[in-house]
């Protein structure tokens, strides 16, 4: 079981360029999130998803967007890159009971450097 | 407000030492989940232990184990003989039973050294 990818594994991107960060995952679980992690701030919500069709915002939302039209997919789309996104860029799931509540399954991560 | 503090930003112990990471949380629910998470230097994110509230019985699981004080708000994680593979950055995390979300505290680097 291949769990949660994501796509690409880095990327270099120019400010003002957009980009989506893909992510997919095979476990049929409700609830998916996507955190960026940054030196000495460790790891912050962006967006999350507790089931397909809904979407909310975590402690950092501003610059990105996310949809969930199905179970298995959450895509992270930045419109407008700018330095300040440069981070690495977790996706997550969580099982169908509990969701945030139980164990988070991390994807491998993105590394996105915006220039 | 929920929040998780890892007051220790990074710790070096030699091989074979004991070593404690504290968490300290803050949370105005009854109902709660506490969680640790370790990434290694190869960067993935594992899942350690959650523990709700209500059971405040310390766990044991090899050479971890997890101290967990409602009184004091604390949730703290011992390595018992330490290894180099136990370097790695560690994660405290909080959930409430109202919210959907996932508060992570900000990482304790952990160095063990040969």
């Known amino acids: 079981t291949a769990g949660i990818t994501q796509a690409p594994t880095s990327q270099i991107l120019a400010a003002g360029r957009s980009m989506t960060l893909r992510c997919t995952q095979d476990?049929?679980?409700?609830?998916m999130y996507w955190y960026r992690q940054d030196l000495g701030l460790g790891l912050r919500l962006i967006h999350y998803?507790?089931?397909?069709?809904?979407?909310g915002k975590g402690e950092v939302p501003d610059g990105y967007s996310v949809s969930r039209a199905n179970t298995d997919d959450f895509p992270l789309t930045l419109a407008s890159a700018v330095p300040s996104q440069t981070s690495v860029y977790f996706c997550?799931?969580?099982?169908?009971?509990?969701?945030?509540?139980?164990?988070?399954?991390f994807g491998p991560g993105t590394r996105l450097t915006v220039l | 407000a929920q929040k998780v503090t890892q007051a220790q930003t990074e710790i070096s112990v030699v091989e074979k030492e004991d070593v404690t990471l504290d968490c300290v949380y803050e949370?105005?629910?009854?109902?709660?989940?506490l969680f640790w998470y370790k990434q290694p230097p190869s960067g993935e994110l594992v899942f350690l232990i959650r523990?709700?509230?209500?059971?405040?019985q310390n766990e044991i699981s090899g050479r971890y184990s997890w101290n967990f004080q409602k009184s004091t708000s604390s949730f703290n994680f011992t390595i018992t003989a330490s290894q180099v593979v136990d370097s790695a950055v560690y994660f405290c995390?909080?959930?409430?039973?109202?919210?959907?979300?996932?508060?992570f505290g900000k990482g304790t680097r952990l160095h063990i050294l040969p």
């Open positions: 523990r709700n509230s209500f059971d405040e």
């Open positions: 998803s507790n089931t397909a069709g809904t979407t």
């Open positions: 997550a799931s969580s099982g169908q009971a509990g969701g945030p509540h139980n164990e988070q399954f």
């Open positions: 476990m049929r679980h409700n609830a």
């Open positions: 995390a909080l959930s409430e039973a109202w919210d959907d979300k996932i508060i």
């Open positions: 949370t105005r629910d009854t109902t709660y989940y």
